[in-house]
């Protein structure tokens, strides 16, 4: 079975300027979650999708920040302008959402990461 | 909004010997507590998940939950140095609730 894609692994850019991840998720996987990871920290939630609708973007800093995931399958997320405290590792990650949820713990999978560096 | 607090470590143990790892959780309405292992520059990955009281095992790790303290541990036996790592507790609300994660701990096994 095919993991979390993500694109693209590593991105260098200057302040002010833009920059857009996709991720694409697992298969079959309603919940699809955007986290942000500062070195040395956990990871941030920044927007949830269930499908193609938003779940929480309550964290997710909307006049810099925007995500979109249109069929309910694959995801963007675009910063713009950027800042140098966004440089960090942005995480996709997959859930297989509303269903099974206690028992299977409806455990969420990451893909390997973007790592965006602001200079 | 809810909160994981982790002890951020580094937590130093010898090869061989138990490694206790510890979480506490604000929201008392958590339902699935997960561990997280992440190895440095990568993502985490799953260890294993817990949401009932009590302990769960899964060959040398064991999850403990206790929800009455809103306290959840791993311990990992026979440590070894790829055990090295930072481990990330994460905890689920009700339906369609989001994974809030703690800082995680960062784990050093000495040979």
């Known amino acids: 079975e095919a993991g979390v894609a993500q694109s693209p692994r590593y991105k260098i850019i200057e302040k002010r300027q833009s920059v857009a991840f996709w991720c694409n998720p697992i298969s079959g996987h309603a919940t699809l979650y955007w986290y942000q990871q500062i070195l040395g920290q956990g990871p941030k939630l920044l927007i949830q999708?269930?499908?193609?609708?938003?779940?929480?973007d309550s964290q997710l800093p909307k006049d810099r920040f925007s995500a979109e995931r249109l069929k309910g399958v694959d995801s963007t997320l675009k910063i713009q302008p950027a800042k140098l405290e966004d440089s960090a590792v942005y995480l996709c990650?997959?859930?297989?959402?509303?269903?099974?949820?206690?028992?299977?713990?409806?455990?969420?999978?990451f893909g390997e990461g973007s790592w965006l560096t602001v200079v | 909004q809810k909160e994981v607090e982790q002890n951020s470590g580094p937590l130093s143990v010898p090869e061989g010997a138990i490694a206790s790892l510890n979480c506490t959780y604000s929201?008392?309405?958590?339902?699935?507590f997960f561990w997280y292992r992440q190895y440095s520059g990568k993502s985490p990955e799953l260890i294993m998940f817990i949401y009932s009281n009590g302990d769960k095992e899964d060959g040398r790790f064991t999850a403990q939950l206790n929800k009455a303290s809103q306290y959840v541990s791993l311990l990992i036996r026979d440590s070894q140095p790829s055990d090295s790592a930072t481990y990330l507790c994460a905890v689920r609300g009700n339906y369609g609730q989001n994974f809030v994660f703690g800082p995680g701990t960062r784990l050093s096994v000495l040979p």
């Open positions: 929201d008392r309405g958590s339902q699935s």
């Open positions: 999708f269930q499908n193609n609708g938003v779940v929480d």
């Open positions: 990650a997959s859930s297989l959402g509303r269903t099974r949820q206690v028992y299977s713990g409806n455990t969420i999978y």
